[in-house]
């Protein structure tokens, strides 16, 4: 059963996180599931595994790269890094993101009567 | 990443994949158990917060799908592994297909080198043959010859083409290179003739106007291949003489290598059209081309408006109608053979027909085998989308085989089926399989795939979940299942009988021409050709002189028992002349054929004297001229009066009727019919011939030397080549024939019909007999049960068998009825082939429904054996 505060992301939006969180620095899936986890206080949940279909999606696209290499902890890993391509894409999502989250707000602030 | 890399990168993917999914779980379990877990516990947890870990897997590698194609690449591996499950089925199929498509396409090959293949010249489209249209109270007609009168109301008075004149056929003459004498074929064209073809020649220019007058300087065109093997490729060839028919000829041009004409020819030389002469008569053949811009009809229109002098000559007094029009030039050349090309055409595509009705039912048999099956896919989800494309695939896999297996059977069939086709037919083209032949198979076996995938695909609609799963085919046998099976038998069976009757009157008729009698005995006689078309020959003094001496040195042969010579011979076309009997009331004038011969024609080729004598030495070009008549001569024109002793007028000269031979055989010349009649003949000495006569008769035939043996004799042309060289050392022969190979010439297309028709007549047959068998056989197995309670319950074995079997005998019966109705129609339309039977011939279409009845009792009765063997007691505790 799901609880109230826990909704299904829109389509895409795991898709920005990762792209967003990849913009600061190369990280490998586990880091990056633990990165979104952590910045959105535990509100967001995302199942763990959910971010693989999507990093394979944007490897596809040619929005990230992915190497085999050692994690901070000597770990062997794959780590995920932006292309110039997918900084391209997330600059645009964000803005037009940002567009809509502010309809949003519009439209569910008090009316001023 | 390209779809080449991602293709071939794609087990690397999955590979890192699950590496790396590994390797997050472990990551996080063990930081699960630094935060003091025990290690069962992190795992779980890990693997919890994971998710379902096939899943997203799944999906991740879902994304470097392209799904559609997987799916079908999926189940085309289905189906592939279906059809391997059954190869008796599978290979039944496609060497079905095989045949049908393979016999399709071959015969599409013939349409498209006679139909369709474009003519090789620039804008063929725009060429014609000028053709009279002769409607009259006995049908209508054409005629393809021209007169010189009318060669020039074309040329002066139809603006809107380009035309020219020339010979329909091309002849044998002879061509003297060096010092030995050639046979080549030579075609006589009017000087706008290659200008209308637009061929252009590689040396030299085409005929002038001057070249092409009645007595204009003579000027010989080379082909490519002759220029090059007889001339070496002489450059200089220009202007060079040579000796042709023993007159010199200037060379004026040489023509591009594999130029084609409308004749068969080796080298030109100028038409020099007249209106006398044999301008008077139809011997040209006028080709016209459209001018930029103008229609067809606008040309019909100022064709039609001629008015050829003849025209009215034929008309007289008769409710007829003449007139001139544009055929395209490609359907003229065609003529010959389209309409049996066309027929053929016809009966192929039923055995397409026949052969997919009877896979749609083998198939159908599966798909109703399968019938659980399906339901219970689509039970388990499958969509109806998903089913049909797994129906209509396994047809198309089996069609596109046999399709294949088909095109490859007919490449290695086109040498013989050419083979197979008159010469004039294939001068037109080589047969090959081009882009039209190989479109057309592709079309035919998607029609295949559709007709054969489409009852299944009926049946799939009636598929009641419930009903398939539960029954299967274990019960009564579904009795509109059945209805539609034997709907599909009896088409085939009718179509069966159309091509079975076709085939049986075209056997009849052949057989007909076969064994009238020819009039003469055709064994043990060798013949052989020359051209006297030679100005050495104008002279009838010289002429007398060869003919004397050449048969007088191949009587000396040994082991020959008589040699003869004649202008013509019985079974080859002969000279058609007027001839008026002069001691008759009204001087009454005939048409009538004439052939010239030496006195040992008639005993050697064994042709009965019926009264009076036949020629001897003393009929010289001194004597009193004679002539001997043929049967059909005295009976048509004496009405039973004696004709010995009276007189006939022809050319001229008047000679006296000295005897009456029996008739012998000759391709119609004077009426239409048959390709073997008995026609109304006069013959005359050799030395008796009219000196003007003479030189005409040798621009139309070549002579024939025939001698008679006891047996066949090794050499025996090589002596009559040696025989013909004492007389004149520079004549060669043109070919050697045996007589009895010129009733098989003249018979040629009757058995090229035959042959193919009866060989997909059979077909038809073995397809409908397995057609039947396979439905009574597939009502057996079905119905067991069935037939265990109904002998359990008493029922004779014979009684049972015969309820079983009954199923496929009506099939049969249905659709011989409808194949007789249908062959009524289709016997029409090849009554222009038959002869010495009529259409609706009853011998024929008699043994015809009898074979088919027969073989479909067989086929309905062999499965039903197998009920003998059925045992009450087990069938029914096996259910």
């Known amino acids: ?113 | 990443m390209n779809w080449f890399q991602q293709l071939f990168a794609r087990h690397r993917l999955h590979q890192d994949l699950s590496d790396e999914i590994r390797e997050h779980i472990e990551e996080k379990t063990e930081e699960l158990i630094a935060a003091g877990m025990t290690r069962e516990e992190a795992a779980a947890t890990a693997r919890r917060e994971f998710g379902n870990v096939l899943l997203q897997e799944e999906r991740s590698r879902d994304v470097w799908r392209w799904p559609a194609l997987d799916t079908v690449f999926l189940e085309f591996k289905h189906a592939f592994r279906y059809l391997r499950r059954s190869p008796g089925f599978t290979l039944t199929v496609i060497a079905t297909l095989m045949l049908a498509i393979g016999v399709n396409t071959a015969v599409f090959t013939i349409v498209d080198a006679l139909l369709l293949r474009p003519l090789p010249y620039p804008e063929p489209n725009r060429l014609a043959s000028v053709v009279t249209n002769i409607t009259g109270e006995s049908g209508s007609g054409l005629s393809t010859g021209q007169d010189g009168e009318t060669w020039e109301l074309v040329r002066d008075h139809a603006p809107s083409v380009q035309a020219a004149a020339y010979k329909l056929t091309s002849n044998g003459v002879n061509l003297q290179a060096g010092a030995s004498i050639r046979y080549v074929h030579e075609q006589r064209v009017s000087a706008e003739y290659f200008d209308v073809l637009a061929i252009h020649p590689i040396l030299g220019s085409v005929f002038t106007h001057e070249e092409d007058l009645p007595d204009g300087p003579k000027a010989v065109l080379l082909s490519y291949e002759l220029w090059n093997s007889v001339f070496n490729a002489d450059p200089e060839i220009l202007g060079k003489t040579i000796l042709l028919k023993g007159e010199p000829y200037t060379v004026v041009g040489v023509l591009p290598a594999g130029t084609k004409t409308t004749a068969p020819a080796d080298l030109w030389t100028p038409l020099r059209p007249k209106t006398t002469g044999e301008g008077e008569g139809i011997n040209y053949a006028l080709l016209v081309r459209l001018k930029d811009g103008v229609s067809w009809a606008q040309v019909d229109t100022e064709l039609g408006r001629l008015r050829p002098h003849r025209f009215a000559l034929w008309i007289g007094n008769r409710k007829m109608k003449m007139w001139l029009y544009a055929m395209p030039l490609q359907r003229h050349l065609a003529s010959s053979g389209g309409d049996a090309v066309l027929i053929l055409m016809c009966a192929v595509g039923f055995i397409l027909l026949i052969a997919c009705t009877n896979l749609a039912g083998l198939l159908l048999v599966r798909v109703m085998q399968r019938g659980p099956e399906i339901a219970t896919r689509m039970a388990l989800g499958a969509t109806r989308a998903t089913i049909v494309r797994q129906l209509m695939l396994e047809p198309l896999i089996l069609a596109v085989a046999g399709g294949v297996a088909g095109v490859i059977l007919a490449a290695a069939s086109l040498d013989s089926l050419s083979k197979l086709l008159s010469s004039d037919v294939r001068f037109i083209g080589a047969l090959s399989l081009d882009s039209r032949t190989l479109v057309f198979t592709a079309v035919a076996t998607l029609c295949a795939t559709l007709l054969i995938a489409l009852l299944p695909l009926l049946e799939l609609r009636r598929t009641e979940l419930g009903f398939s799963r539960t029954t299967s085919g274990r019960s009564v046998a579904h009795s509109g299942r059945r209805r539609t099976r034997q709907t599909l038998i009896a088409a085939e069976v009718a179509l069966t009988i159309v091509l079975l009757a076709g085939a049986g009157l075209l056997i009849r008729t052949l057989v007909y021409l076969e064994t009238k009698p020819s009039g003469f005995d055709p064994q043990n006689v060798m013949t052989a050709q020359a051209s006297l078309n030679d100005a050495r020959y104008h002279d009838a003094a010289a002429f007398q002189k060869l003919v004397r001496e050449s048969v007088a040195a191949m009587e000396k042969i040994p082991g020959v028992k008589s040699a003869a010579m004649g202008l013509t011979l019985p079974q080859e076309q002969a000279l058609n002349t007027g001839v008026t009997l002069v001691d008759l009331p009204g001087k009454p004038q005939y048409i009538s054929n004439e052939v010239y011969v030496t006195p040992e024609y008639f005993s050697t080729l064994q042709i009965p004297v019926l009264s009076g004598r036949t020629f001897t030495e003393g009929d010289t070009a001194v004597s009193q001229p004679v002539c001997v008549v043929s049967q059909k001569f005295a009976q048509r024109f004496l009405n039973g009066m004696e004709a010995v002793g009276r007189h006939l007028e022809t050319e001229g000269m008047t000679y006296e009727i000295v005897g009456i031979v029996g008739d012998v055989q000759k391709p119609p010349g004077l009426s239409g019919g048959a390709p073997l009649l008995i026609e109304q003949t006069f013959y005359i000495p050799a030395t008796q011939t009219n000196q003007g006569a003479l030189n005409m008769y040798h621009v139309w035939f070549q002579p024939s030397w025939i001698v008679r043996t006891p047996g066949p004799i090794g050499g025996l042309t090589a002596a009559m080549q040696r025989a013909l060289a004492e007389a004149d050392p520079a004549l060669p022969f043109s070919g050697f024939h045996q007589m009895r190979d010129f009733q098989n010439e003249a018979l040629d297309r009757q058995r090229m019909e035959v042959f193919l028709l009866s060989v997909l007549a059979g077909l038809a047959l073995v397809l409908s007999i397995i057609g039947v068998y396979g439905l009574v056989s597939s009502l057996v197995t079905q119905r067991t049960r069935e037939i265990g309670i109904r002998m359990a319950l008493g029922s004779t074995l014979r009684r049972t068998m015969f309820e079983i079997g009954k199923s496929g005998v009506i099939a049969a019966a249905a659709g011989i009825v409808v194949g007789l109705a249908l062959s009524a129609v289709t016997a029409r339309l090849i009554e222009a082939e038959l002869y010495g039977v009529r259409p609706y011939d009853p011998v024929t279409f008699i043994l015809s429904v009898l074979l088919l009845l027969t073989a479909a009792l067989i086929a309905s009765l062999a499965p039903t054996v197998r009920i003998a063997r059925i045992d009450p007691a087990s069938t029914l505790r096996a259910e």
Not at chain 1, 3 to 32: S, V, W
Not at chain 1, 50 to 56: E, I, V
Not at chain 1, 77 to 105: N, W
């Open chain 1, 1 to 113: 059963m799901k609880e109230l505060n826990q909704r299904d992301l829109f389509p895409g939006a795991l898709e920005m996180m990762i792209l967003q969180t990849l913009k600061r620095k190369p990280l490998h899936g586990y880091a990056l599931a633990q990165h979104i986890k952590q910045t959105s206080n535990d509100l967001l949940q995302v199942e763990e595994g959910s971010l693989y279909p999507a990093l394979q999606r944007m490897l596809k696209q040619g929005w990230v790269k992915a190497e085999w290499g050692l994690s901070s902890t000597n770990r062997r890993v794959r780590i995920y890094q932006l292309t110039p391509a997918g900084r391209k894409h997330v600059q645009q999502e964000v803005s037009s993101f940002e567009r809509m989250l502010e309809g949003i707000t519009r439209v569910l602030s008090p009316v001023k009567s």
